[in-house]
């Protein structure tokens, strides 16, 4: 049976791959820090899935769940570094610590987390890193999310590089406006929601099923030839002048 780790697997995006991966026959493992979002997490997911606390601001949290994770699976075929945050703000409105704390989630944690489960990866596994449409679009107050994703696209031709001699392929999905629980957790309203939709060609948010599949395609034997690109989902977002 294939394993997956998934970082942020308890809402949105890296749930669905979740739920997607489990249902094709993947034994999964999944992290958060938020105990409310854990607990719902481990409500609803299927009972075999391994719902981890894990911080991705705290290195000791992994070598906790890796120990776990070697012992009841022994190694990894997918890792889908995925955890992150969006908090928009104008740059006059930064704080370092404000700057500290994206940088620490979306970028700093995800790195260390991935040194520190490569070994636990196969010879021949993948490794997904969730970057976003943003890293390419601009939008006002979205300088520190699209730098601390774009850290991640930049070392994306390096690292598929160094562990090309493992036949571990990286690559990365890139979703445009996707119907996640962070628009909530941004206080969007739907008439911020519609003004967002009438920019995307297909009019409508992804959902996080539709990144999901693509995540599941990046992990498979069907993209065994596939490594150091970035996949756009996005309904066409971007495309125009
Ligand atoms: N939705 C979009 O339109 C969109 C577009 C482009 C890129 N993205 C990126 O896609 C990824 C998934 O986003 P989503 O839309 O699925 O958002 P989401 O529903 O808010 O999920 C975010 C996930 O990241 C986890 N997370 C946050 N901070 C963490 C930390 N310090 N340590 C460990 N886990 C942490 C969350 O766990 P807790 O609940 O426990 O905090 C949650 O599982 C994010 O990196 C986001 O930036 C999303």
Redesign the pocket.
């Known amino acids: 049976m294939p394993t997956a780790l998934i970082?942020?697997?308890?809402?949105?995006?890296?749930?669905a791959t979740a739920e997607l991966l489990h249902a094709r026959g993947y034994q999964v493992v999944v992290?958060?820090?938020?105990p409310d979002?854990?607990a719902k997490a481990k409500a609803e997911l299927p009972g075999d899935v391994l719902v981890a606390r894990?911080?991705?601001?705290r290195p000791a949290d992994t070598d906790s769940l890796l120990r776990t994770v070697s012992e009841r699976f022994g190694s990894l075929d997918l890792l889908f570094l995925?955890?992150?945050?969006?908090r928009p703000a104008p740059v006059a409105d930064v704080t370092e610590e404000a700057f500290d704390e994206q940088v620490d989630?979306?970028f700093k944690?995800q790195y260390f987390t991935l040194q520190k489960v490569l070994p636990l990866i196969a010879d021949g596994g993948a490794v997904v890193m969730?970057?976003?449409?943003?890293v390419r679009r601009g939008s006002p107050g979205a300088t520190l999310?699209a730098a601390t994703?774009g850290a991640l696209l930049a070392m994306l031709p390096s690292l598929a590089l160094e562990l090309a001699p493992r036949r571990i392929r990286v690559n990365a999905v890139?979703?445009?406006?996707?119907e996640?629980?962070?628009?909530d957790?941004l206080g969007v309203p739907e008439a911020g929601r519609n003004a967002m939709r009438a920019n995307i060609p297909f009019e409508r948010f992804g959902s996080?099923q539709e990144v999901a599949e693509v995540v599941a395609f990046l992990a498979s034997d069907a993209a065994g030839y596939v490594t150091g690109q970035d996949v756009v989902v996005a309904g066409g977002y971007g495309l125009g002048a």
């Open positions: 970082t942020g697997g308890t809402s949105g995006i890296g749930r992290t958060g820090q938020n979002s854990i894990a911080d991705a601001r995925n955890a992150g945050v969006f989630i979306n944690g969730t970057v976003g449409i943003g999310g994703r890139s979703p445009g406006a996707v996640t629980p962070l628009f957790k996080s």
